[in-house]
């Protein structure tokens, strides 16, 4: 096995050595050691995380490029899982102002549930969003939600009404928001025969 060796204090250069590093075989180690590093509060590597997103932001990181060193990031940011790490993620989204990969949405949107701080509020509002690449990560992100039952009777409702009306002509979503909405559909077919039963009783 290749050894690990220290990364370089300076952003931009650790930058440079994750690049050369990740498409090697020492990445699952590198990145299972920034994890360990960023979830300790280590200032050099959350100095790095900063700097990697301000490069994915400017567009000198790309998804087609740099698909492992960023989703890596991701899966960083989502395991030590604070409310740091949720900000950095839902800004780096909120941020963005060039298309990145429908797969590097839907990373981001599936790990979103992990965190034990959302703000489903927010969600919506990116949904809403008139910017496509920002309304989707929104809407993927509230569906997955939904599929992992952590939405509210309320917020269900809100998403089936919103979800009823909603147009992307850039990504294609057609498919997980008709699944959804018949996720939506049978909950509250069910809800309904609760009732049902409920009174019958």
């Known amino acids: 096995m290749q050894k690990l060796g220290s990364l370089p204090n300076s952003p931009l250069e650790a ?54 060193l960023l989703s890596g990031m991701v899966y960083l940011l989502a395991y030590v899982g604070d409310s ?7 800004n780096y989204v909120k941020s963005l102002d060039r298309t990145i990969p429908i797969g590097a949405m839907e990373l981001i949107s599936d790990l979103l549930p992990t965190f034990p701080e959302l703000d489903i509020r927010e969600l919506f509002s990116i949904a809403s969003n008139t910017d496509e690449l920002k309304s989707a ?50 909950t509250d077919s069910s809800d309904m025969l609760s009732e049902l039963d409920g009174i019958m009783l």
């Not at 740091?84 to 839902?90: A, E, P, Q």
Request: hydrophobic fraction near 40%; glycine fraction near 2%.
């Open 84 to 90: 740091k790490s949720y900000r950095v993620l839902v």
């Open 137 to 186: 990560f929104g809407v993927l992100a509230l569906c997955k939600l939904n599929m992992e039952n952590r939405l509210s009777e309320e917020e269900k409702s809100s998403l089936k009404t919103f979800l009823t009306e909603y147009k992307n002509l850039k990504y294609y979503l057609n498919d997980t928001i008709e699944l959804t909405l018949e996720q939506l559909n049978e």
């Open 15 to 68: 930058i440079d050595q994750l690049k050369t590093e990740m498409d090697q075989p020492v990445w699952e180690n590198r990145l299972l050691d920034l994890m360990k590093l960023a979830a300790n509060n280590d200032k050099n590597v959350w100095a790095m995380i900063y700097q990697i997103i301000r490069e994915a932001d400017s567009g000198r990181l790309s998804w087609g490029y740099h698909k492992v």
